[in-house]
């Protein structure tokens, strides 16, 4: 077996599935998170770093092998693997939170809702790159490479043409926090990341927050729009309070423009700041294939 090296996953589209919407002979579900289950990711998410994907190439195994990827600790390990045309891949979650695989570029498979312990087989059949990650956790991203059988010669596959369209049905965006202007050097420690999905169709948009290091507790926190980097702006959503939030935002259609021109952001206040001590700017947008089911939390 070849050695193992170590690759940063770059230019990912993320994709994932209608609301109750049935896809790929399953409809996919809405997953009420349990207080095992919350108390599980926030542990996972507090010391939550860039991950550095490890890449394994399985391509000298040759056809009809199977290769086995573990989910674990909110990371799909091999992260990226090369296989051979004909080979089989089983996913097994050992996480307590839920995971899915899901296709989000360059094919159309999804595991639906895998708890711990629960596996997912797929064989491919067809060369290329494929991105996948989480529908839960939509930060988890991961990739497959498949090539022919070096004893066959290989045929080019045709590059499609992308249809033109106006709007994707959605966009992704991970951003870091930034400090706010005003803030002291000397106070300036706070850091952290936000994860937006927008459905362009259904008119939501689905976060993940995290941060840490702020000077004191959080009084308040929004999602405000629609202005660039730096500019301040109305609060249009009341995010819960807590350094780690997950949820769903509906929008008005009138704020689509602002939301794809990447005029929102999140501002965390305190009483040290109450203009804001940290802020992240949505403006790195990724198209999606499709759009998702949102997650939820159990209230």
Do not use: C
């Given at each position: 077996m070849s050695g193992l090296g170590l690759i940063f996953v770059e230019g990912n589209e993320l994709s994932a599935h209608p609301l109750n919407v049935q896809h790929a002979s399953h409809s996919y579900p809405l997953h009420h998170f349990s207080e095992a289950e919350v108390a599980y990711e926030q542990a996972a998410m507090s010391g939550m770093k860039m991950q550095v994907a490890e890449e394994a190439d399985f391509s000298h195994l040759g056809p009809n092998a199977t290769v086995n990827i573990v989910i674990s600790n909110f990371v799909y390990s091999p992260a990226v693997v090369?296989?051979?045309?004909?080979?089989?891949?089983?996913?097994?979650?050992?996480?307590?939170?839920?995971?899915?695989?899901t296709a989000s570029s360059g094919g159309d498979f999804d595991s639906g809702f895998m708890g711990k312990g629960a596996t997912y087989s797929l064989t491919l059949t067809q060369t290329g790159s494929t991105n996948y990650f989480c529908a839960y956790h939509f930060d988890m991203v991961s990739k497959i490479v498949v090539v022919n059988d070096p004893a066959i010669p290989s045929t080019p596959t045709p590059t499609p043409t992308p249809a033109a369209s106006s709007a994707a049905p959605c966009y992704a965006s991970n951003n870091n926090f930034n400090i706010e202007p005003g803030v002291p050097l000397t106070m300036a420690k706070a850091s952290g990341q936000s994860w937006f999905l927008i459905d362009t169709v259904n008119n939501l948009v689905s976060y993940r927050i995290s941060y840490t290091q702020v000077t004191t507790t959080e009084q308040r926190s929004h999602i405000h729009e629609f202005v660039p980097s730096n500019v301040t702006a109305p609060a249009r959503y009341t995010l819960p309070r807590g350094a780690s939030k997950i949820g769903v935002w509906r929008f008005d259609e009138s704020h689509q423009d602002g939301l794809l021109n990447g005029q929102m952001h999140v501002n965390i206040h305190n009483a040290?700041?109450?203009?804001?001590?940290?802020?992240?700017?949505m403006n790195t947008l990724v198209p999606c294939k499709r759009v998702f089911t949102p997650m939820v939390r159990k209230k």
């Open positions: 090369t296989i051979t045309k004909g080979t089989t891949l089983v996913w097994k979650n050992e996480d307590v939170a839920p995971h899915t695989v040290n700041f109450p203009s804001g001590e940290i802020r992240a700017q």
